[in-house]
């Protein structure tokens, strides 16, 4: 059995990474003086703006590992590279829009859809272990992205069930 260490949490796993970035996140947003500013309003759209920087930190690094994220892809998607460029920058997109108070409603709405349609990758390195690099090459490890892509989609849901609807 592979030894865990310290780092068996480490910032190689990018489900693992910014999933725990939309926790402190929304950690960090209730505590003064971010928690008493006016602009992010209350627990929902601190939620949303959570959500915001893990989406935009996510988009980054896709953008910055573009081979990495063509090596997950499926064979048969056309124009891989492609695609992950085009993923990054929906992701920025909705990270930045989750900034701005109107747009946060479309910003999650959009982020629970990409994550959505990008959840069954995440299923497919889980069954055939081709996410090299990682730090535990594991078969629960590569589930625990499963279990984690699974928390960034309910903390989708629940940001849209806390907005204000109108």
Not at 119 to 142: H, M, S, Y
Request: with cysteine; hydrophobic share 55%.
């Amino acid at each position: 059995m592979a030894y865990l260490g310290p780092w068996v949490f480490s910032f190689r796993s990018p489900n693992l990474r910014y999933f725990l970035v939309v926790l402190i996140a929304f950690t960090l947003l209730q505590i003064p003086p971010l928690g008493r500013t006016e602009w992010l309003g209350g627990v929902a759209a601190r939620a949303v703006v959570a959500l915001g920087i893990g989406m935009l930190l996510s988009g980054v690094h896709h953008l910055v590992y573009v081979e990495h994220y063509v090596h997950l892809m499926p064979p048969w998607i056309p124009v891989p590279q492609a695609i992950v460029y085009l993923s990054a920058v929906v992701r920025i997109s909705f990270g930045l829009a989750a900034l701005v108070p109107s747009l946060r409603g479309v910003a999650t709405i959009g982020s629970l859809v990409l994550l959505c349609v990008v959840a069954p990758i995440n299923v497919r390195i889980a069954l055939t272990g081709i996410a090299e690099g990682q730090l535990v090459d594991a078969d629960w490890f590569r589930w625990l992205r499963v279990v984690l892509h699974a928390g960034w989609i309910g903390w989708c849901g629940w940001c849209l069930s806390i907005l204000p609807k109108g």
